[in-house]
């Protein structure tokens, strides 16, 4: 099984990043995913989830609006965009997998980092 982030990296405030994060050895359809991200010093928070069905939601006020998850389940992939990026949204950003029934069938990735200057 792996989770594998790609798409973070440096930018400038009012930027904008789309994360990925691709999946493998498990079926992918049949999982809820989400995003997490941890800021320096602090604790990993849920950003987003997207069901198994595609229904989408937000955990953070601070990103509404400004934050898209999506996925596409035949490349076994999810997404993340991000818009108007803002220095407090600097953290590791970790894709999560829980399958849909059995929610003890939990997967993570490595993350990728995402750093926003001002």
């Given at each position: ?34 995003w ?12 987003t989830?997207?069901t ?13 609006d400004?934050?898209a ?27 999560h ?6 929610s ?7 993350g990728?980092q995402?750093?926003v200057?001002s």
């Amino acid at each position: 099984v792996q989770l594998v982030e790609s798409g973070g990296g440096e930018v400038q405030l009012g930027g904008s990043l789309r994360l990925s994060c691709a999946a493998s050895g498990f079926t992918f359809s049949l999982y809820s995913m989400s995003w997490y991200r941890q800021a320096p010093g602090k604790g990993r928070e849920l950003v987003t989830t997207i069901t198994s069905s595609g229904a989408t939601s937000n955990f953070l006020d601070s990103v509404k609006d400004r934050f898209a998850i999506s996925r596409d389940n035949a490349k076994s992939t999810l997404y993340l965009q991000m818009n108007s990026l803002k220095p407090e949204d600097t953290a590791v950003y970790y894709c999560h997998a829980r399958h849909r029934s059995e929610s003890r069938v939990q997967y993570w990735g490595q993350g990728t980092q995402v750093a926003v200057s001002s």
